[in-house]
């Protein structure tokens, strides 16, 4: 089985940074993607970022020239830095990760737990 926990949430002010991080652990054999998206609620889950086992990333309009995408590949985390939050950024952000299992079940897709990230203004 593979699991994934993320970290970094909390509050910040208006024009604050957080770095999220979520890290995968378990019978992995590769990593197709990992992608980082958010849930206000009462409205559907929306894609905030994405990182491929390519080396491609892409970015929800949004946050683009904001918010970074990186991965750790010796330790199969991605971490999401956010600069220049606003009050709209305020969110569960949820980690979800993609690839092939390393005990024989073929592919696997996980969420995390989530994380809230609230900006104040």
């Known amino acids: 089985q593979v699991q994934v926990v993320e970290s970094g949430g909390g509050l910040v002010q208006a024009g604050g940074s957080l770095r999220l991080s979520c890290a995968a652990s378990g019978s992995i054999f590769s990593i197709n993607r990992m992608g980082w998206y958010r849930q206000i609620p009462g409205k559907e889950r929306e894609l905030v970022a994405s990182?491929?086992?390519?080396?491609?990333?892409n970015y929800a309009d949004s946050v683009k020239g904001r918010f970074t995408i990186s991965r750790d590949n010796a330790k199969n985390t991605v971490y999401l830095q956010m600069n220049s939050l606003k009050p709209e950024d305020t969110a569960v952000y949820y980690c979800n990760v993609r690839g092939v299992s390393g005990s024989g079940y073929g592919f696997f897709e996980v969420w995390g737990q989530g994380t809230l990230v609230t900006v104040s203004s």
């Open positions: 990182w491929f086992s390519s080396g491609s990333t």
